[in-house]
Each structure stands twice: as C-alpha cells, then as structure tokens.
C-alpha cells in the first residue's frame, strides 16, 4: 500500500473515507483554530467542550456532555485534586454506532490546557490561532487540541463517506489532565468500555508505549522570627527551603542510576524532580516565617503511589536529620494534583500493531515508537482493561512559549486514525 491508497487497498470503503478527509481538510483546519482560541486552562473547560459538542454534532454524531464531579469518586486512590479548579465541569463522549459485530475503539484527548506563564515569552497572543508557515500556534495547540481535533476529523469522516464500521467508534474528550486525570478517571468508570483505545497526545508521530510515574507535593518550611537587622537571632524560611531543594535535587540522580526499562533506553536521566513553584515572605525588610515550593517528582514505572510517597519523605528526612534547624522543625508535606502510576504496553499489542500498520501504509515508513517522559491518561485504559497507545501530531512549545502544531501533521495523523479505525472496527 502506498500513501495514495485508501486506508484498505482496493477497499470502496476506505477510499471513500479518504476522500472525505480530504474534502474535510479544511473545515477541521479552522475547528483547530477556532479551539485553540479558546483558552480552556484547567478549571475553566466548559466553553471549549461546549464548542467541541457543536462541532461534533455538526458532523453528524449524537454527543453527550456530562458533568465530571470529583466527590463522586473521592475515596479512589487515584482521584487528584486541583487546588485551583472549581466545581464540576463536563466531560464529552460521542459514539458512531458500528453495524457488525466488530472491534470497538475509542479516540481520547483531553481538551484542557496548563497557563500560558510569563507573557514576555510570547512572541504573539497565546491565545490568536495564528497561522503562519503550515503552523498553528497558541496555547494547547500541540498539547493536544491538534490530536484531538484529528480524532474528530478521522471519525466524521466515515460519516460524510457514510461508511459505517463493523463496530462501535467513540470520540472522547476530557478535562482535567494537565493537573490530575480526573476526567479521564470518570470517563473509565461511567463508560463506555472499548476493545481498545488511541489517544491522540503529541508525539511527533512516534508511538508511544510507556509513561512515567508522576506526583505533585507542596513541601512548606519554617523560620524564627526576629528583626531583620539582628543576624544570628532569625531563621529565613526561605533559605531553609533552599537547603532543602538542594538536597531533593538528589532524589532522582540516585533513581536513574537504578532505573532500566526498555523504552527509555538511550534518554539520559528520564525521572526528574522540577521545582514549579515557590512562595515565601511578604516585606523585604521582614524574616520570612514559611516558604512552600511545589514539586513535580517523577519515578519508575512499577511503583506504587504509596511508594512514590515513601521515597520523598524518606528523602525529605533524610535531609532534615542532617540539618541543624530542620532537625527539629522538619518539613510539611502536602499531596495535591498528580498522583499518577507509571504505565506501558507491548508492541505486540494488537491495537499498538494495527497502528503501526496504518503508520506504515499511510507515510511508507516504518513506524517509530518510544517513551513519553511525562504523565498521561493511558494509564486509566489500562486500569479498566483496555489496551491503549499514543499517537499524535508534530510540532514545539509545549508547556512553553510560542507553542505551535504542525497542520500537515495533523492532518496525517487523522489520516492515520481513520485508517487503524477501519482495521480495527472492521
């Protein structure tokens, strides 16, 4: 099969889906751009699932919005919580109905985005959807509104061939998985449970197949009052945190000397522990009494979170007993956000297979996999049964500056989609 057949050789079928992928191009184009505009930050994705709903419903599929209420599954040990995010807001699911007794699919992304930060970084508008140079820049336009946007376009593309698969094809998006994976949490526990799933995460076209472990901690200190003038009678918070921080800057350099899995073969230094965030004081001429820095502290796949959770506070420990003054008023430890398990798959999956075929028959290359070094959502298909993979599009900036997704990228990897989704779905 070359990349000018339809997604099945000699198949009317695929050649009709084909066809309308191509005629779809350019509606999809300016859906990506018209979401990308809407700067759905965790905590506030309503208006951007309620604008995927429309465009969803203008494809010709029935879609469901359903709100997403973390005191429903509050005592799951993997449920987060997102200090800065309000009440329920909805996830979305949407279904083409197969015809057969097929294989069933869901295409997954999430619709949420992380801040945009310092807005000197930006050469433009983070939020403008400009398009320059067959790239769309803006905020979540890589991470992943450019993946989901090509589920959808790969999806209303059997609609507007009026192919029906054999079986069902759900498209599904969801909120909250920049901070904890709560929607995609819910989504696993109220359904509808798949034969697989692909979710559509940036991945400069590569397959991904194993995720880290990640946890979020805020670690607060203390310090002694005193006039700022009388050195010897203070201690600065702040500069007790920065002993601290040195000494968890270790924390990872010891793991990765022990780590090994296949995936991450050749990437120097996979777990990391990244300082986010830190707050301390109020006057420059008073002593700071607390200091908090948040963590992000990622670890081997196979831990447990309980075990992620161990080894920082035996670390935290470790460091206050070697210290004068944290001896005795050792840190606070405080878990919010992420505590999310590591997570791989196979390549001999069936699923991972039949995406690699799809990669393969559309670009005439093989396909490529490997890692992501961050965590995702797949780890929840994996915890309901479901055989999951990665596979998005191409572009930079993600969680930075001038963020921008390739558009013949996506435009491929719907491709790619539709052509697993016939294979697949039959």
Same mark, same amino acid.
């Given at each position: 099969?070359?990349?000018? &057949?339809?997604?099945?050789?000699?198949?009317?079928?695929?050649?009709?889906?084909?066809?309308?992928?191509?005629?779809?191009?350019?509606? =999809?184009?300016?859906?990506?751009?018209?979401?990308?505009?809407?700067?759905?930050?965790?905590?506030?994705?309503?208006?951007?699932?309620?604008?995927?709903?429309?465009?969803?419903?203008?494809?010709?599929?029935?879609?469901?919005?359903?709100?997403?209420?973390?005191?429903?599954?509050?005592?799951?040990?993997?449920?987060?919580?997102?200090?800065?995010?309000?009440? @329920?807001?909805?996830?979305?699911?949407?279904?083409?109905?197969?015809?057969?007794?097929?294989?069933?699919?869901?295409?997954?992304? %999430?619709?949420?985005?992380?801040?945009?930060?310092?807005?000197?970084?930006?050469?433009?508008? @983070?939020?403008?959807?400009?398009?320059? &140079?067959?790239?769309?820049?803006?905020?979540?336009?890589?991470?992943?509104?450019?993946?989901?946007?090509?589920? *959808? %376009?790969?999806?209303?593309?059997?609609?507007?061939?009026?192919?029906?698969?054999?079986?069902?094809?759900?498209?599904?998006?969801?909120?909250?998985?920049?901070?904890?994976?709560?929607?995609?949490?819910?989504?696993?526990?109220?359904?509808?449970?798949?034969?697989?799933? *692909?979710?559509?995460?940036?991945?400069?076209?590569?397959?991904?197949?194993?995720?880290?472990?990640? *946890?979020?901690?805020?670690?607060?200190?203390?310090?002694?009052?005193? =006039?700022?003038?009388?050195?010897?009678?203070?201690?600065?918070?702040?500069?007790?945190?920065?002993?601290?921080?040195?000494?968890?800057?270790?924390? $990872?350099?010891?793991?990765?000397?022990? !780590?090994? #899995?296949?995936? =991450?073969?050749?990437?120097?230094?996979?777990? /990391?522990?990244?300082?986010?965030?830190?707050?301390?004081?109020?006057?420059?001429?008073?002593?700071?009494?607390?200091?908090?820095?948040?963590?992000?502290?990622? =670890?081997?796949?196979?831990?447990?979170?309980?075990?992620?959770?161990?080894?920082?506070? &035996? #670390?935290?420990?470790?460091?206050?007993?070697?210290?004068?003054?944290?001896?005795?008023? $050792? @840190?606070?430890?405080?878990?919010?956000?992420?505590?999310?398990?590591?997570?791989? *798959?196979?390549?001999?999956?069936?699923?991972?297979?039949?995406?690699?075929?799809?990669?393969?028959?559309?670009?005439?290359?093989?396909?490529?996999?490997?890692?992501?070094?961050?965590?995702?959502?797949?780890? !929840?298909?994996?915890?309901?049964?479901?055989?999951?993979?990665?596979?998005?599009?191409?572009?930079?900036?993600? %969680?930075?500056?001038?963020?921008?997704?390739?558009?013949?990228?996506?435009?491929?990897?719907?491709?790619?989609?539709?052509? /697993?989704?016939?294979?697949?779905?039959?």
């Amino acid at each position: 099969m070359t990349a000018s &057949d339809g997604p099945t050789t000699g198949d009317a079928r695929g050649t009709a889906v084909r066809t309308s992928l191509e005629a779809l191009a350019p509606r =999809y184009r300016d859906v990506l751009a018209g979401l990308v505009a809407i700067p759905s930050v965790v905590g506030r994705e309503r208006p951007a699932q309620e604008y995927l709903r429309d465009v969803v419903a203008d494809a010709g599929l029935r879609p469901e919005l359903y709100e997403v209420d973390r005191n429903t599954f509050a005592d799951d040990p993997r449920a987060g919580t997102a200090d800065d995010a309000p009440g @329920p807001r909805p996830n979305l699911v949407a279904t083409l109905s197969g015809g057969g007794d097929g294989r069933s699919l869901t295409l997954s992304g %999430h619709v949420d985005v992380v801040p945009v930060g310092d807005l000197e970084g930006w050469s433009r508008d @983070p939020f403008s959807a400009v398009i320059e &140079d067959g790239r769309l820049h803006g905020r979540g336009s890589l991470d992943m509104k450019g993946g989901l946007v090509a589920a *959808i %376009h790969a999806i209303a593309a059997f609609q507007h061939a009026g192919v029906q698969p054999a079986g069902d094809l759900v498209f599904e998006s969801v909120i909250e998985e920049e901070a904890t994976g709560n929607g995609a949490l819910a989504a696993r526990l109220r359904g509808p449970s798949t034969d697989a799933a *692909i979710i559509p995460e940036l991945s400069d076209e590569r397959l991904l197949v194993a995720t880290l472990g990640v *946890i979020w901690a805020e670690v607060t200190t203390v310090g002694h009052s005193a =006039y700022v003038g009388r050195a010897g009678e203070s201690v600065n918070a702040i500069d007790v945190m920065q002993r601290l921080l040195a000494g968890l800057r270790q924390l $990872p350099e010891t793991l990765n000397d022990a !780590f090994d #899995h296949p995936a =991450y073969d050749g990437i120097e230094a996979p777990l /990391t522990l990244n300082v986010g965030t830190i707050e301390g004081g109020d006057w420059p001429s008073s002593v700071p009494l607390r200091c908090r820095a948040g963590v992000r502290f990622s =670890y081997p796949i196979g831990w447990s979170i309980d075990d992620a959770k161990r080894a920082l506070e &035996d #670390h935290i420990r470790a460091i206050a007993a070697e210290d004068v003054w944290m001896r005795d008023h $050792p @840190p606070a430890i405080r878990y919010h956000g992420f505590v999310a398990t590591g997570w791989d *798959i196979g390549t001999d999956e069936p699923v991972v297979r039949s995406v690699m075929d799809a990669v393969s028959a559309e670009t005439g290359q093989p396909a490529e996999t490997g890692p992501l070094l961050g965590a995702a959502d797949a780890r !929840f298909f994996a915890d309901a049964g479901i055989p999951a993979v990665y596979y998005g599009p191409a572009g930079e900036g993600q %969680h930075g500056p001038d963020e921008w997704v390739d558009l013949a990228s996506v435009e491929r990897v719907a491709r790619v989609l539709a052509r /697993t989704a016939l294979a697949w779905c039959g």
